[in-house]
């Protein structure tokens, strides 16, 4: 048996988590900086890192001793080393290398968008490659062809904001505080989404990218405007975007070399409007259509560690405690 311990810090989740080449999930923790951040409407860098740096530690003796492992039983250290929030970032990596060095285990440096990628197939050992992604989360909105471990082909991402961003920021302008995801899809279930005319932007255009920065402008118009109730706003938002979502994965289907099945990631993928969706649109391409479980769907850090079993089992060499961070880091 493989065992790896995964740290992920890359933005607001402070997350450790121990798992098997079995797919078992030994033990995780997640510690969510919500109340931290909230009162800005978004993520402070600077505030995360400092929670980053206070929890992980305690978090990673709470997994280990759930276990009943120490870290002479892990086989390996995976940490995310990039893209995200840099100090968060360093602050996961370089408790990784700390680890890996007093117990002498290799490091796995792990790409966040790897991990995302990669999450779907920890909880379906029936998930082959190749298949087709769409990597919904706050920071990127992507479709990719999922070769094989380290070999993604993208075909598409967002030209402005991310998904979530724009989940993030209608619900702001609604008043639901951060962060906005789930607090729009709940009052979206109290609206009619065909209230509300809003664009679809991109919508039909040839490459399968994205945009949602106009359709946040739209959003914010509507509300000032006043004539339409809240509720109302926030699930024609939420149809538009499952629009707008669907016409572009529908245009990168087509375009794509075979695949074994439709999968969604990332933590928009947490939105039931938005899995029905997909679910429908696989159907018409005659795929299987396959979601993680809520909790591998937001940031975690079993899929850091997943990640990290992916990789050795792969044959992809540890990485040296050197490595730098990466803000930036395509996969
Ligand atoms: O993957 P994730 O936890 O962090 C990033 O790597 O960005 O994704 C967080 C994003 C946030 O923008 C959040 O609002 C969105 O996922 N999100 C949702 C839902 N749950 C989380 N968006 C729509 N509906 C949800 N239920
Ligand atoms: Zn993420």
Not at 67 to 76: M, P, S
Not at 117 to 131: G, I, V
Request: one cysteine or more.
């Amino acid at each position: 048996m493989t065992l790896v311990l995964g740290i992920e810090s890359s933005c607001d989740e402070t997350a450790a988590a121990l798992v098997t080449d079995g797919r078992d999930i030994l033990a995780q923790a997640i510690a969510s900086q919500e109340e931290e951040h909230s009162p800005y409407g978004g993520v402070v860098p600077e505030i995360a890192a400092r929670a980053h740096a206070e929890r992980l530690a305690p978090l990673i003796e709470r997994v280990l001793a759930e276990a009943g492992k120490t870290l002479h039983d892990c086989d390996a250290i995976a940490a995310t080393a990039g893209p995200g929030l840099i100090g968060g970032v360093m602050v996961g990596l370089v408790t990784a290398k700390a680890l890996a060095m007093a117990s002498d285990k290799p490091l796995m440096a792990v790409n966040h968008l790897e991990g995302h990628a990669l999450s779907p197939r920890l909880a379906d050992a029936n998930l082959q490659f190749p298949y087709a992604l769409l990597l919904v989360s706050g920071g990127h909105c992507q479709i990719l062809r999922v070769e094989g471990v380290g070999k993604y082909q993208r075909l598409a991402t967002t030209i402005d904001d991310a998904l979530g961003e724009a989940f993030d920021k209608t619900a702001k302008i609604l008043g639901l505080g951060y962060p906005g995801g789930p607090a729009v899809e709940k009052l979206a279930l109290a609206g009619d989404p065909r209230t509300v005319p809003l664009p679809r932007p991109l919508l039909k255009s040839k490459e399968p990218h994205f945009s949602f920065a106009g359709l946040k402008s739209a959003v914010l118009r509507a509300h000032d405007a006043g004539q339409h109730g809240d509720a109302d706003i926030a699930a024609s938002f939420q149809q538009a975007a499952l629009d707008c979502i669907l016409d572009r994965t529908r245009r990168a289907l087509s375009t794509m070399a075979p695949v074994s099945a439709l999968v969604v990631a990332g933590g928009v993928a947490a939105n039931q409007t938005i899995r029905g969706g997909l679910e429908g649109l696989a159907g018409e391409f005659g795929l299987p259509f396959t979601a993680p479980p809520l909790m591998l769907c937001t940031d975690n850090a079993a899929m850091i560690a997943w990640a990290g079993v992916e990789r050795m089992a792969a044959g992809f060499e540890p990485d040296p405690l050197d490595l730098k961070a990466r803000p930036r880091w395509p996969l």
